[in-house]
């Protein structure tokens, strides 16, 4: 059994209640049908019934929840809560009402706040920003963490590296150049993740162009530094080093060689990228050369899971978010 089909499996055992606000896609519709037909989790689709018949073509939904906003019995309960949240910054409840209304993405994150839904997963065709902001302005940060950041589990196949070809990459979704506290705190965070999922141990790398002194330079720096701080408060027992290049971090000949007294050297299967731009870069290479499977940009660090999806994501992979999302839903 594969990883994702694990994850599917657990989520099937402790059926979660995901929100799919992109009513517009017909990929939101082709993924339903299949999440409805394998029992991973119910789901509830955001939309009015005339918009539902429009888009969602030949595929069968008929055993999601279809919630219109304009006419949902429970709108004036979520706009009251939603002033409540946003007084501070001046949201009025005329302005809630439209918002409510109008943006399924803040309704989803509502239904989730409200406990009527324990996730949402949206992004086929919304930006990264548009999916994350109301997250962050009506779910917030998880107790004890200090930064929202993302990863994705990436299933690589015909490989012994990393956990029998899974890693967690992070982050390659939203911190566009984190200094060295935030990226510690990345680091830490998809140390927890690739355990919460893969249930292995997490052997983390912090990747650099640099192993261990090899070069020198500000951004190197950064990530020795980030090192250090991430060592300091890491939990009993977590294997976490840098800096490392790629093949030093995964490849045990290599890893060997280059950094001979590293516990971590040529065993990773978390790999902590510098910044947005190797991060991006370094996921979408493996999944095109490699034919990896690559699912998220997975949110860590949020109160209640929200997910974002890659615009150019297919049907399959939204089915794998959201048995991810069902999953860590249990846990958060």
Same mark, same amino acid.
């Given at each position: 059994?594969? *990883?994702?089909?694990?994850?599917?499996?657990?989520?099937?055992?402790?059926?979660?209640?995901?929100? @799919?606000?992109?009513?517009?896609?017909?990929?939101?519709?082709?993924?339903?049908?299949?999440?409805?037909?394998?029992?991973?989790?119910?789901?509830?689709?955001?939309?009015?019934?005339?918009?539902?018949?429009? &888009?969602?073509?030949?595929?069968?939904?008929?055993?999601?929840?279809?919630?219109?906003?304009?006419?949902?019995?429970? @709108?004036?309960?979520?706009?009251?809560? @939603?002033?409540?949240?946003?007084?501070?910054?001046?949201?009025?409840?005329?302005?809630?009402?439209?918002?409510?209304?109008? &943006?399924?993405?803040? *309704?989803?994150?509502?239904?989730?706040?409200?406990?009527?839904?324990?996730?949402?997963?949206?992004?086929?065709?919304?930006?990264?920003?548009?999916?994350?902001?109301?997250?962050?302005?009506?779910?917030?940060?998880?107790?004890?963490?200090?930064?929202?950041?993302?990863?994705?589990?990436?299933?690589?196949?015909?490989?012994?590296?990393?956990?029998?070809?899974?890693?967690?990459?992070?982050?390659?979704?939203?911190?566009?150049?984190?200094?060295?506290?935030?990226?510690?705190?990345?680091?830490?965070?998809?140390?927890?993740? *690739?355990?919460?999922?893969?249930?292995?141990?997490?052997?983390?790398?912090? @990747?650099?162009?640099?192993?261990?002194?090899?070069?020198?330079?500000?951004?190197?720096?950064?990530?020795?530094?980030?090192?250090?701080?991430?060592?300091?408060?890491?939990?009993?027992?977590?294997?976490?080093?840098?800096?490392?290049?790629?093949?030093?971090?995964?490849?045990?000949?290599?890893?060997?060689?280059?950094?001979?007294?590293?516990?971590?050297?040529?065993?990773? &299967?978390?790999?902590?990228?510098?910044?947005?731009?190797?991060?991006?870069?370094?996921?979408?290479?493996?999944?095109?050369?490699?034919?990896?499977?690559?699912?998220?940009? =997975?949110?860590?660090? =949020?109160?209640?899971?929200? &997910?974002?999806?890659?615009?150019?994501?297919?049907?399959?992979?939204?089915?794998?978010?959201?048995? =991810?999302?069902?999953?860590?839903?249990?846990?958060?």
């Amino acid at each position: 059994m594969g *990883f994702i089909d694990e994850i599917k499996a657990k989520a099937k055992a402790n059926k979660k209640t995901i929100v @799919l606000p992109e009513s517009e896609d017909i990929r939101t519709y082709e993924a339903a049908e299949a999440i409805l037909r394998d029992g991973t989790a119910n789901l509830v689709i955001i939309g009015s019934d005339e918009e539902i018949a429009a &888009n969602k073509g030949m595929f069968d939904v008929t055993g999601a929840t279809i919630i219109d906003p304009k006419t949902f019995a429970k @709108l004036d309960a979520y706009i009251d809560k @939603l002033v409540e949240l946003r007084q501070k910054k001046g949201l009025t409840k005329e302005e809630a009402t439209k918002l409510l209304k109008e &943006n399924y993405l803040y *309704f989803g994150v509502m239904m989730v706040k409200m406990g009527d839904a324990d996730g949402m997963v949206s992004g086929a065709c919304h930006s990264t920003a548009d999916v994350l902001r109301p997250s962050l302005q009506i779910l917030k940060t998880k107790p004890g963490t200090k930064l929202v950041s993302t990863f994705f589990l990436m299933e690589v196949p015909d490989t012994s590296l990393g956990s029998d070809g899974t890693f967690v990459f992070s982050d390659c979704g939203l911190e566009q150049n984190p200094d060295a506290e935030k990226l510690a705190s990345i680091a830490l965070s998809a140390a927890e993740s *690739f355990r919460t999922f893969v249930r292995k141990d997490p052997v983390v790398a912090l @990747l650099s162009h640099s192993t261990k002194g090899s070069a020198k330079h500000p951004d190197v720096d950064k990530v020795v530094e980030a090192t250090k701080i991430a060592q300091a408060n890491k939990p009993e027992g977590l294997l976490i080093d840098g800096e490392f290049q790629l093949d030093a971090a995964i490849i045990p000949e290599v890893g060997a060689q280059k950094a001979p007294d590293s516990p971590v050297a040529g065993r990773a &299967n978390v790999l902590i990228f510098p910044d947005l731009d190797a991060g991006n870069i370094g996921y979408k290479l493996v999944q095109r050369f490699a034919k990896a499977e690559a699912y998220g940009p =997975i949110t860590q660090g =949020i109160a209640a899971p929200v &997910n974002d999806l890659s615009r150019g994501c297919s049907a399959k992979d939204i089915e794998g978010v959201v048995a =991810i999302t069902a999953v860590q839903s249990m846990v958060d």
